[in-house]
């Protein structure tokens, strides 16, 4: 059983640097009372008197001492993000001055927010599910177009209306079995075990369409680790700073998120490249040789994508041979780069090795719509949807796995000729693990580490 924490907390919302303003949020029972204790109306009413949805310009005194004007935004419960009484207080922004309005707050008798604590009451109040709290941490995260679309359709409840779906489908078909079981005498319909398993498998396959997509939703939302590798002088940082042109970002850890710290990003095509070790690789003569054919090759495996570059205008060389044998089964575009030049390399050699083949001048910026279509291609990602519903994150694919194993037994209960009691024990699995998904029965250890992960004051 969960207990909600009465307390008033507060922290500030917006980033933390200087910028015009900054937002401090207050919520809780006496989020009212509390802002009252800060901020002092031009007009001279208090916010207690203010209705939801309204603002009133003053300012925020520390003891006595005024210490910057704001504006309070006033949102009653059941009315706000979380659901509780809400103060919003926007001052002008600045590392020094919210923290001192925050500080404030905290006199007044607000308590520190902790982690995603804002969400996880919205959550626990029923203004959100469990999916639609994670896409909040996405959307913030969103690096690309596509990604904040994605986030927002499921912030919306685009994966959980389609697993509700399948949940309903399932739960109606578990009370049937119940009902067929447990009341003989009753005059319930026969189930048939061909309908049974039609049943099971338009569930399994309804779960098994969001899995499909879970690799390309992640090419696109969380992006694809990438090595840019290939000997010295065939234009890997030419390659680099065309792909850096279109769109760079330097990303680097966001506190109180599970996300590795990259050193940086770019989109090509609908697809996000975290190029997380180029540095090293880039600027190493031969790879091989630096850091050791083992090495090599178990830094190529581990990567999502690589991107082989080659200098069209030579012949291919050892060196070059030595990268086509180490590239293995990972996904791989390989970039015959200087086509401004004569061309000398033999590519039908290279596309033995990796199929995914163009010809580009990097130096004149020719070839980067090429590169998307076949980085969009090896990631599946040509047709993507960002407004279809989209597993966000590890969590929710195990869930939607383990339902769709459960789904299995379902099957083998029924073809092996066990009992319907077996049939139902593994549907029940399956319907529980969709109910976690958006946390209809989540435990609350599975809760704490959902909520673990946002931002404090999100
Ligand atoms: P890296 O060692 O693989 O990073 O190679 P660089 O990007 O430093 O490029 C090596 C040399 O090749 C530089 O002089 C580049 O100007 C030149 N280069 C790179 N791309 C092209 C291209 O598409 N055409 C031609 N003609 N030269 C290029």
Redesign the pocket.
Known sequence: MIVLSSSTIAAISTAQGAGGIGVIRISGDKALTVADRVFKGVNGRSLSEYKGYTAGFGHIYDENERIDEAVALVFRAPHSYTGEDVVELSCHGGVYITKQVLRAVFSAGAVPAEAGEFTKRAFLNGKLDLTEAEAVMNIISAQSRSAARAALSCKEGGLSKKTDEICSALIDTSAHISAWVDFPEEDVPELENGRLISDFNSARAALNALISDYDAGKAVTQGIDTLIV????????????LLSGCERSIVTDIPGTTRDIIEETVNIGNVILRLSDTAGL?ETDNIVEKIGVERTRKRLEECGLIIA?F?G?KPLDREDMELLELVGGTPAVAVV?????EQLADVETIRKYIPSLIE?????G?GLTLLAENVEKICETQNFNPSAPLIANERQLFRIKTARSAIDECISAIEEGFGLDAVAVALNDAIDSLLELTGKNAADTVIDTVFETFCVGK
């Open positions: 290939g000997k010295p002088n065939v234009g890997k940082s030419t390659l680099m700073n880039r570059v200098d205008s780069n200087k086509s401004d030049k580009i001048s990097a130096k004149n020719e």
